[in-house]
């Protein structure tokens, strides 16, 4: 099974956009924060960041379950890159079941509806990293139509775009694989980056996440591409050691 590593970029600050108070737009911001240290490798400060929202996120009411997940995703993803994948399973699945709940709640609206249904995707995504083949085939159907159900309420989601076009490049034409459709979605994505051709614009960690996942696909089939993308990667992210790794690893 390849074990390819998970994006850990997801820009799901975009889901307390409609909170007006300031303390939810420090949250927003720390959040971002806690991203922007994640993908350069700098997991501690990630990590210190992640803590005081999770410990801040409080109980009563949906909304605050969906952010303490959004969190746990993150602190999930940093037990990964520390290859502790207990721990990881952990924050992983509490990430899952706040989306579930949210999603089972009376009335959410579609933007904050569409955010569970991708914190959902990207935490089962991420377990799908270590798990064995059963879960694969079991939450890999899953995981798509959680993407294609985010992507109905909101076409433009940068993070359920990956995900569609990495199931699209993984799993095999019998099971709807299509590694030209993947690829074009993807290559689509990357016009939006910061300064580039098409909008709406991604953040940083967005075109960092698409960067990524160009250079990973493209490393066995075109090194020379590839390395073009994990070297826009790291302008993006120049302390990302996955971008740096992929770089190397390219011979």
Do not use: C
């Not at 290859?83 to 079941?97: K, Q, R």
């Not at 914190?119 to 694969?136: N, P, S």
């Amino acid at each position: 099974m390849n074990k390819k590593k998970g994006f850990g970029l997801t820009a799901l600050v975009l889901l307390l956009l409609p909170f007006s108070t300031a303390g939810e737009i420090r949250r927003v911001e720390t959040l971002e924060d806690a991203e922007i240290h994640f993908i350069n490798g700098r997991y501690g400060a990630s990590e210190e960041a992640l803590n005081r929202l999770y410990a801040g996120a409080g109980e009563g009411s949906p909304e605050a379950a969906l952010f303490k997940g959004i969190a746990a995703l993150w602190k999930g993803r940093i037990a990964l890159e520390r290859a502790d994948e207990s721990g990881a399973e952990i924050f992983l699945l509490e990430a899952a079941a706040a989306a579930e709940n949210f999603r089972k709640a009376d009335g959410p609206g579609d933007t904050l509806l569409a955010r569970a249904y991708l914190l959902e995707a990207e935490a089962r995504a991420e377990i799908m990293l270590f798990k064995g083949v059963g879960f694969i085939i079991k939450n890999g159907s899953l995981v798509q139509e959680l993407a294609e159900k985010t992507l109905e309420l909101d076409p433009d989601n940068p993070e359920a775009l990956v995900i569609y076009a990495q199931g699209r490049i993984n799993a095999p034409r019998l099971f709807g694989g299509n590694r030209k459709e993947g690829l074009e979605v993807l290559e689509r994505l990357w016009q939006r980056r910061p300064g580039g051709r098409e909008g709406p614009e991604m953040s940083i960690q967005q075109a960092y996440r698409v960067a990524v996942s160009l250079g990973e696909t493209l490393a066995k089939s075109n090194p020379r591409e590839a390395a073009g993308y994990f070297r826009a990667a790291l302008s993006l992210a120049p302390d990302s050691p996955r971008a740096r790794a992929g770089l190397e690893n390219l011979g």
